[in-house]
């Protein structure tokens, strides 16, 4: 290796060195809120992550009148304008989005639920459900009495947000679906979906300045390795 080409490569590694240390500076000074504790939403696998200007964010009815749903004990139908589900309580029971297209979300990272159900769970009652996007589990959240004692007589909201590795979209969109896991016992209470919910859906782009310092890098070396040779 001669000297040209151990300073060539020299300079390649301070300028990458240089490029995504200064990426990483962009990337940290962004801010992020977390509602997910106050919504009681987990989520399975996700890197909370700072929101970009740049982030694709479209805002989809769901659940709202039109959509399909099923409960075991009571049927199956669609949500009513001004309504909501059957009342459900068994493992499996579901509420299904349509498929959302033309969002221009081509990988899916990001859903916040802004969701309203009526709740008549008995005490230490407690309803689990999964939330999936084009059939990815991507996280859940539990309905509880809300009193403490005797049974709950009123609506309640789902609000909070949660990340995930990204989803392609499927028949050209999302698909939202809301899925019971757990059984309640008889006489022990159960849920209704209302009409007038919104699920927000976003898909994050990268850091403008890091595709810059990037691009910018690598033109340099460029120039550098000609003039060197």
């Not at 996007?133 to 009193?147: E, H, I, L, M, P």
Request: proline share 4%; glycine share 14%.
């Amino acid at each position: 290796m001669n000297g040209n080409t151990r300073r060539v490569l020299g300079v390649l590694f301070l300028l990458c060195f240089a490029t995504f240390a200064m990426a990483g500076v962009a990337y940290a000074s962004g801010t992020s809120s977390n509602p997910r504790a106050a919504a009681g939403i987990d989520q399975h696998s996700a890197a909370n992550a700072p929101v970009s200007p740049a982030d694709i964010n479209v805002n989809e009815p769901f659940p709202t009148a039109g959509d399909a749903f099923c409960s075991a004990t009571n049927g199956c139908g669609t949500i009513p304008a001004g309504g909501s589900t059957f009342f459900q309580w068994t493992a499996g029971d579901f509420v299904q989005s349509a498929v959302f297209t033309g969002t221009g979300i081509t990988s899916l990272d990001d859903l916040t639920a802004n969701w309203s159900a009526q709740d008549f769970l008995a005490a230490g009652q407690q309803e689990d459900w999964e939330i999936f996007a084009n059939g990815v589990d991507t996280g859940f959240f539990a309905f509880v009495n809300c009193s403490g004692s005797g049974f709950c007589s009123g609506n309640v909201n789902i609000i909070g947000t949660i990340n995930f590795s990204d989803i392609a979209p499927v028949a050209g969109g999302y698909q939202i679906e809301l899925i019971e896991l757990n059984t309640i016992g008889g006489g022990l209470g159960s849920i209704a979906w209302n009409d007038g919910g919104t699920t927000g859906l976003s898909q994050a782009t990268p850091e403008p300045n890091s595709m810059v310092l990037l691009a910018t890098g690598l033109a340099l070396a460029g120039a550098l390795w000609r003039k060197l040779r």
